[in-house]
């Protein structure tokens, strides 16, 4: 069964062209987010686009994507289940859609998480993508590791944090983890930069940290991304409409457009430079 399975994971892989997953050390540094803009992202630079929840215990995506309560579709051709289509070029798989309500448990070992995580692409029919965007739960535990081995490959992770000292101490650790597991590192998007006031427009910085720089600087990173404070995302994220398109003129969502396309520069120049 398991060599059955193997070779299904391959299958699905090999319609996956590129594969990046997005990391946080804490949890609530805005990482799911981060994950569906650059999905939808991605989608409006044209690009085919799967995105793939693995945070078993507490999947945000479905809320993001407003596919709460929709069911998992099934596949017209092959029969098997499939993600479910929210745009043209953008598919969603998430636990969420395959639990009875929204507030229902799940209380696994890692086991049983590495299981469904190796189903996602061993039973579920998948398009031709050109990329697969991963929303890993914070730390550097089973479903990070999971997914990262049954890729077998990432072209890179995105690390999302917060200014405050603290969040900077556990990115270390997603660092290290993801150096330990020889996965490029495409970059950090700093969230919850500061807070502009919407009337006279003076920036307060709320979180308060001098580490982030220090760090960016002690292992060579590049920073795709600082956003601000903007009321707007908890907004879209609340109703399920992707920031990055329905305030596509507030600045974070042109700085996560241009994160985007940065991420797209370093992971298709990078595939090129391979292939010569």
């Not at 990046?20 to 799911?32: D, N, T």
């Not at 969420?96 to 039973?123: E, N, Y």
């Not at 990115?171 to 006031?197: A, H, T, W, Y």
Request: glycine residues 6%; charged residues 20%; hydrophobic residues 40%.
């Amino acid at each position: 069964m398991d060599e059955k399975n193997d070779l299904q994971i391959d299958a699905t892989l090999a319609k996956i062209k590129h594969r990046i997953i997005v990391l946080s050390g804490k949890g609530g540094v805005g990482k799911s987010f981060i994950a569906t803009n650059l999905a939808y992202g991605l989608a409006l630079q044209g690009k085919k686009v799967g995105l793939l929840d693995v945070d078993i215990h507490g999947p945000s995506i479905a809320k993001f994507t407003n596919v709460e309560g929709v069911p998992i579709q099934v596949h017209p051709i092959s029969g098997k289940p499939a993600p479910i289509k929210v745009l043209s070029n953008l598919w969603v798989l998430t636990i969420a859609s395959m639990l009875s309500s929204d507030s229902s448990a799940v209380i696994w070992r890692g086991p049983l998480k590495t299981a469904l995580i190796r189903q996602f692409f061993s039973d579920f029919d998948w398009d031709e993508l050109d990329y697969l965007v991963v929303d890993c739960p914070p730390g550097t535990g089973d479903e990070p590791l999971s997914i990262i081995q049954t890729l077998k490959w990432v072209d890179g992770a995105v690390i999302v944090t917060t200014p405050q000292d603290m969040a900077i101490l556990d990115v270390k650790k997603s660092i290290d983890f993801i150096q330990k597991l020889n996965v490029p590192i495409l970059g950090i998007v700093e969230n919850m930069k500061f807070f502009r006031c919407p009337h006279c427009h003076k920036i307060t910085t709320i979180f308060q940290g001098n580490q982030l720089e220090k760090m960016i600087f002690e292992y060579s990173l590049d920073l795709l991304a600082e956003l601000e404070i903007d009321p707007a995302i908890a907004t879209s994220a609340d109703q399920g409409k992707p920031y990055i398109y329905f305030n596509n003129k507030q600045p974070s969502a042109k700085a996560l457009m241009e994160a985007t396309l940065k991420i797209i520069e370093k992971v298709e120049r990078s595939k090129e430079s391979a292939h010569k």
